[in-house]
């Protein structure tokens, strides 16, 4: 079979020219970074459980009217996008210190904050994507305010639907990262919900024991990622299964 056209390959996934125009085909890779890559290991299953999980958060928020480049999965490590113009800045929504914040503002990790606090960082690997206000990316042209006021009210928007989510199989949701994009209609644009929401891009601790079910178990060494994704997507019902049974999932190439 004739190979896709490859458009970019990132840390954790590949996109490759899609079946129509405006569409890409997201391939979700088994590598797993950290540090801005200085730290990197490859992850059996670990691309099976993200395209898993990016759909299943992805499906929900377009259920309850929040736009996202998801159309579907084609298979176990790739899914059917929305081509858009990714807004070069990270959106991250705090529900607990945890993280680059705890560091900076010297505010112990799992201090719950009085109310969602929403940062921008500035995606440029080279700078380290650094931490950036509102009015950096209205002056560099990174976003209009009308952009970041839209931006601010999605990222809103799906820290409400992924906490119920996550509270109702008892799991807090921390923090997490979102990036947006742009989506052209006619004279008009849109922004959507785009990249991917799994367990690399957020903070997600067990409610009762705070066990760290994310990417920290790989930052930090403390275990088995593809074990606490495996967990993740058990308790939300949504792992593959083989012959009825849960399994953890296998490489496929
Ligand atoms: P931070 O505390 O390291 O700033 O991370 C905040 C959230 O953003 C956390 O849920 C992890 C996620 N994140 C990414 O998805 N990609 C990144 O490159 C970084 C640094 C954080």
């Known amino acids: 079979m004739a190979r896709r056209k490859k458009l970019y390959e990132g840390k954790a996934k590949i996109l490759y020219e899609g079946p129509e125009p405006g569409t890409l085909v997201q391939y979700f890779k088994d590598d797993a970074t950290a540090f801005n890559a200085e730290k990197r290991d490859v992850i059996d299953g670990k691309g099976v459980l993200n395209n898993r999980l990016s ?130 209609e006619g004279d008009y644009q849109r922004l959507i919900v785009a990249d991917e929401i799994s367990p690399d891009s957020c903070r997600l601790w067990d409610i009762n024991t705070g066990q760290k079910l994310d990417k920290d178990v790989f930052r930090q060494d403390l275990g088995d990622l593809a074990d606490a994704y495996t967990e993740v997507a058990r308790r939300l019902g949504v792992m593959p299964r083989t012959n009825g049974n849960i399994t953890k999932p296998t490489l496929i190439n």
């Not at 480049?69 to 607990?96: A, C, D, G, T, Y």
């Not at 500035?122 to 006021?149: C, M, N, R």
């Open 55 to 184: 759909e299943f958060f992805m499906s929900g928020l377009a259920a309850i009217g929040v736009p996202t480049h998801f159309i579907k999965r084609i298979n176990m490590r790739e899914q059917l996008i929305r081509s858009v113009e990714i807004i070069p800045l990270e959106v991250v929504v705090r529900n607990i210190a945890a993280g680059s914040m705890s560091k900076r503002l010297g505010i112990e990790e799992g201090t719950p904050l009085p109310r969602p606090i929403i940062e921008f960082y500035y995606k440029d690997d080279a700078l380290g994507d650094p931490i950036v206000s509102e009015e950096h990316a209205i002056a560099f042209g990174w976003a209009t305010q009308q952009d970041l006021d839209d931006m601010v009210a999605l990222a809103l928007r799906v820290n409400d639907f992924m906490s119920g989510v996550m509270l109702a199989v008892g799991i807090k949701l921390v923090d997490f990262k979102i990036e947006i994009g742009r989506i052209f």
